[in-house]
């Protein structure tokens, strides 16, 4: 078995929040503002591994179908994490980008967001993607539809190609995904990066959300070490060939 190196681009379905606060006998909000705590800890954590990207789904195209006071308690935390950790990602050289539809958010939260984003810009030490807002069957046909308009538009339509496709993502930019992890033992994407995820390798962990910290990130990197990685060809292949 040949043991690969990385990964470079961890990401994470941050789930059980709600499942975490039920067994507390406390309201499901509470798993989310434990759960942002997760994401400080995790994000801390990961350039220790060698990390160089962590995108997480912070809330899904779907997530809208939760109760009104669950939704707005999710935009609040956005609004604050987005607000009070800013100082800190720029001091600490992190690059801040939010994947995902701006339109059906609220104004402020887009003008944080673009705040945000706009601080962060020169940043090169370590990327963070946060999906909010985020679907990957819409972030995919949203690509599609800048092709369409280009060729209404009268430009020459350019041939459309995998690369061309995946440069039009929200994702563009970042290194390949290696990892895909979920917490609370589901074992589904929930519409999270279904293109990006074409090569990654996947760790599911029993973990709630707001258990989550450097020892899960740890054995979850570990074992991604462990896996062959052969990209269709017959030969594992480790990261620094990749
Ligand atoms: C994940 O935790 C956070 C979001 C989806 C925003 P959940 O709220 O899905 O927690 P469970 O799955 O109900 O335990
Ligand atoms: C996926 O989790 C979305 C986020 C983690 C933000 P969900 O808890 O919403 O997914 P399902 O409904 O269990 O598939
Ligand atoms: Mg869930």
């Not at 800013?86 to 958010?105: A, I, S």
């Not at 609220?106 to 706009?118: G, K």
Request: glycine share 10%; hydrophobic share 40%.
């Amino acid at each position: 078995m040949s043991v690969v190196d990385g990964p470079r681009h961890v990401a994470i379905i941050m789930d059980g929040n709600g499942r975490w606060a039920k067994i507390r006998g406390l309201p499901r909000v509470m798993g989310h503002r434990e759960g942002v705590k997760a994401l400080k800890r995790t994000v801390e954590a990961a350039p220790k591994f060698g990390i160089e990207c962590l995108t997480v789904f912070g809330f899904s195209t779907e997530n809208w179908s939760r109760p009104v006071a669950e939704v707005s308690e999710l935009m609040g935390l956005v609004r604050n994490y987005l607000t009070s950790d800013l100082d800190r990602m720029e001091r600490e050289g992190v690059r801040l980008k939010v994947l995902g539809r701006r339109d059906g958010l609220p104004s402020d939260i887009v003008q944080i967001i673009e705040r945000a984003e706009a601080r962060t810009v020169a940043n090169d030490r370590f990327v963070l993607q946060v999906a909010f807002n985020y679907g990957a069957r819409a972030d995919i046909v949203a690509a599609a539809q800048r092709y369409v308009d280009q060729a209404l538009s009268g430009e020459a339509p350019s041939a459309l190609t995998e690369e061309g496709l995946g440069s039009r993502l929200s994702s563009s930019g970042s290194p390949d995904v290696d990892l895909i992890i979920r917490t609370s033992g589901e074992q589904r994407l929930s519409n999270f990066l279904l293109w990006e995820a074409a090569y990654a390798e996947f760790v599911f962990q029993d973990d709630l959300w707001p258990d989550y910290g450097e020892s899960a990130l740890g054995r979850a990197v570990e074992l991604f070490r462990r896996r062959e990685r052969r990209f269709g060809g017959v030969e594992a292949r480790t990261a620094a060939a990749i």
